[in-house]
């Protein structure tokens, strides 16, 4: 088994090394610790065409390799891992709607997803239920060519910036087994009765949001059904995910690199008891 990159994944590397080091670690920490959020360097996102990794050519995108994925967040995370944030959740939006979207669904969004005129991400986790997604108790009861959703969702990554934003609930609250009443529903930004909440304080990860959103009488056309199927919705969450791991492991390698090439660095010039450690 060959571990080396490939010619045109070297090369996407040092493209997307250069970004990070011209653009997200000159202001990493001090962004970090103020809390600002890096309007500037997601334009810049916008320009390469990082919004659209995941999304079919067809549809304006790049659709790279898991290894280019990976890299991405590994040479973004060297740097600041808070933007690769900002990119996790939105690339697993764009993955899961070209995967289980209608035709109609993906033409209607994966475009504008592609170049970030929109952006998206993940709404699953709740105030009752994190790991445990089968315990959501956000509700979506069908009312004559739509639903009408009622929950709070919490800790959702991008929900200040998402639209659509696809939000796990159930259509079924009776179904046995749970998983066979939940569906995800592509809520867009000023639909009636979505609205979000406060950002969460948290003692790191500063580059994104993480906020509540409130669904409140939120009337949502049943077009909005990803894939047009009722019961998918823990399938389609749960393999999205899945492929997630791959940036979460490609954060986890920049973040020890970086961890390293510091210490190292360290180490290289600290003297202690009258000679080099």
Known sequence: M???????????????????RR??????????LSGRYPAEIVEEMKKMGLF??????????SAVDAVSYAIVFEEI???WMGIAGIL??????????????????RRRWLPALATGQRRSGIALTEPGAGSDLQGIATVARRDGAGYVVNGTKTWITNARHADPLPVLVKTDPEAEPRHRGMSILMIEAGTPGFSVGRDLG?????????????LADCHVPAENLLGGEEGRGLQQALSALEF??????????????????????????RHAFGRPI
């Not at 996790?88 to 669904?105: D, F, K, P, V």
């Not at 997630?244 to 010039?269: C, D, K, M, T």
Request: charged share 25%; no cysteine; proline share 3%.
């Open 2 to 20: 060959d571990f080396e990159l490939s010619p045109q994944q070297a090369e996407f590397r040092d493209l997307i090394r250069e970004f990070a």
């Open 23 to 32: 653009s997200i670690a000159p202001v990493a920490r001090e962004w970090e």
């Open 52 to 61: 659209g990794i995941l999304v079919p050519e067809e549809h304006g995108g």
């Open 77 to 79: 995370s060297k740097a």
């Open 88 to 105: 996790g959740s939105h690339s697993l939006a764009t993955w899961m709607l070209a995967r289980y979207g209608t035709t109609e669904q």
């Open 202 to 214: 948290k003692l790191g990860y500063k580059g994104t949001e993480s906020a509540e959103v409130f």
């Open 244 to 269: 997630g791991r791959v940036n979460i492991a490609g954060r986890a390698v920049g973040v020890a690199q970086a961890s390293l090439e510091r210490a190292l660095a360290y180490a290289r010039q």
